[in-house]
């Protein structure tokens, strides 16, 4: 007969550590029966030499057997502390908003300009202007133009109080192949190419009285020359000489630079 048994198996204390930590956990509380053993249990047994019968074999034959009736004592449950539950914490994850960076626009670099090719111009041809045509020197019978200038070179003597000069056949046809001979060969000088002068130029025609001579290029009319020698104080000289009683006159049209003029004075 077991009497005043206590018994806590160490096992029923990690169970009970178990459940108080569930309940804590999970808000209800479980409490353990039958925690405090078989305590204060007793039962009565036969006299030596009687039988005993099982109270249930009793209970099948009709019998009854003294005493309370038997507890059954349900033991604690069983708690492996490894396999109790565990709560954990899982992290909660925020998920991160990407950052998009937005493309910044890239300055537009200016493009250097090449140069187009110049198309070569095609040349239009220019019309030739016609060059106007001079007439070639005067002949010795023309009183025209070289009769101009003698007039005029009276007019200035007369205003003088010079005498009038006279014409002269000889000295004009000196005058008029010096005028060609400028024109011919492209000079301007008394003294020609060859060096001739005036003087040798008139001895050789036969005449001994020369007294000077006047020349000029490019004038076209016989007033324009004659405006130009007048305003020359050398050749002023010779028109103005009270001297001089003759004078021929020679014009030769054409060349670069005609009209070609000469004067040629005789006293």
């Excluded at 076209?220 to 002023?236: F, G």
Aim: glycine share 10%; net charge negative; proline share 13%.
């Amino acid at each position: 007969m077991f009497a005043g048994l206590c018994r806590v198996p160490v096992v029923a204390a990690v169970a009970r550590s178990a459940l108080l930590l569930l309940v804590l956990v999970s808000g209800v509380l479980l409490l353990p029966s039958g925690a405090g053993g078989a305590a204060g249990m007793a039962e009565e047994t036969a006299a030596p030499n009687s039988a005993s019968v099982p109270a249930d074999q009793a209970a099948a034959r009709g019998e009854r057997t003294s005493g309370p009736p038997a507890r059954s004592t349900i033991p604690p449950p069983t708690v492996n502390a490894d396999s109790a539950p565990s709560i954990q914490v899982q992290p909660q994850l925020v998920p991160e908003t990407p950052v998009v960076s937005q493309p910044q626009p890239q300055p537009q670099q200016p493009q250097p300009q090449q140069p187009q090719p110049q198309q070569p111009q095609p040349q239009q041809p220019q019309p030739q202007q016609p060059q106007p045509q001079l007439p070639p020197a005067g002949p010795v019978d023309d009183a025209g133009v070289e009769a101009q200038v003698l007039a005029l070179v009276n007019d200035q003597r007369s205003a003088a109080g010079c005498g009038l000069l006279s014409a002269d056949g000889a000295l004009a046809g000196v005058a008029r192949a010096h005028s060609a001979d400028m024109r011919d060969r492209g000079f301007f000088n008394h003294t020609n190419p060859s060096g001739e002068s005036p003087s040798d130029r008139v001895t050789a025609a036969g005449i001994g009285n020369y007294g000077g001579e006047n020349i000029a290029f490019g004038y076209p009319t016989a007033q324009a020359v004659m405006q130009a020698w007048m305003k020359s104080p050398s050749h002023r000289a010779n028109i103005l000489n009270c001297a001089l009683q003759t004078m021929g006159v020679g014009v030769a049209y054409g060349g670069a630079s005609g009209p070609y003029w000469t004067q040629v004075f005789g006293r």
